[in-house]
């Protein structure tokens, strides 16, 4: 299994407080992704990052910003969590030379 | 606009028979395609994938079958197991380097497997 760890695995939060989520990997893989899955969806792409420092925005970027300062940890923040950002997130790595993403076990975040 | 699509949120088979699972898509930039299959509580995980140069692509029991005309991939399972019950999610990709991993993902599929 690839080293990629999620935390917290489950979280429940207000509304507008901040939130943070840490994806951890010990593949030295460059290549990093945030998705969130809702019921009965497929994953939907947040951000993704392709080197420290080097981040950008996928198809549902809005309220969502990521840092990542080292190779093995990549963060997604909710500035200002809302009830539409219930979801589980999970993180993904990518070696370069392979397509395939591998899979952390997700967090299941609950914004009441 | 939704472009990748399985269109049957679930599929029942008994142990033994074959299971397919279908995935449609509609950007012809896609050219790079795979199947996760994903179990309650667990992230995703990879299952097989085809590059839109080929037609087939086999392993063991899996088979991933592209369609380019008809933007049609299938997935067989054969023989299908009790194991296999979970849900399938078919992801399509275009470009290399930066852009792969930068998957469209359809709705899943639920796949049940009977005794």
């Known amino acids: 299994d690839a080293g990629i760890t999620q935390s917290p695995r489950h979280k429940v939060t207000e509304t507008g407080t901040p939130v943070t989520l840490r994806c951890h990997q010990t593949e030295n893989h460059r290549y990093m992704y945030w998705y969130r899955q809702d019921p009965g969806h497929g994953l939907r792409l947040i951000h993704y990052s392709y080197g420290v420092k080097d981040t950008d925005k996928g198809e549902v970027s809005d309220g969502y910003s990521v840092s990542r300062s080292k190779t093995e940890d990549f963060l997604l923040t909710l500035e200002s969590a809302t009830s539409s950002q219930t979801s589980v997130y999970f993180c993904a790595i990518r070696n370069r030379m392979d397509e395939k993403l591998f899979f952390g076990s997700g967090t299941q975040l609950s914004v009441l | 606009d939704q472009q990748v699509k399985q269109n049957s949120p679930s599929l029942s088979v008994q142990e033994g028979r074959i299971s397919i699972l279908n995935c449609d898509y509609t950007?012809?930039?896609?050219?790079?395609f795979l199947w996760y299959k994903k179990y309650p509580a667990e992230g995703p995980t990879f299952l097989i994938s085809?590059?839109?140069?080929?037609d087939k692509n086999e392993d063991g029991r899996f088979t991933v079958f592209l369609n380019k005309s008809a933007k049609h991939l299938s997935l067989h399972i054969v023989p299908s197991q009790p194991g296999d019950s979970a849900v399938y999610f078919c992801a399509a990709s275009k470009g290399q380097n930066t852009n792969a991993g930068k998957s469209t993902f359809g709705d899943g599929t639920t796949l049940t497997v009977k005794p």
């Open positions: 950007n012809s930039m896609f050219d790079y």
């Open positions: 085809i590059s839109s140069i080929k």
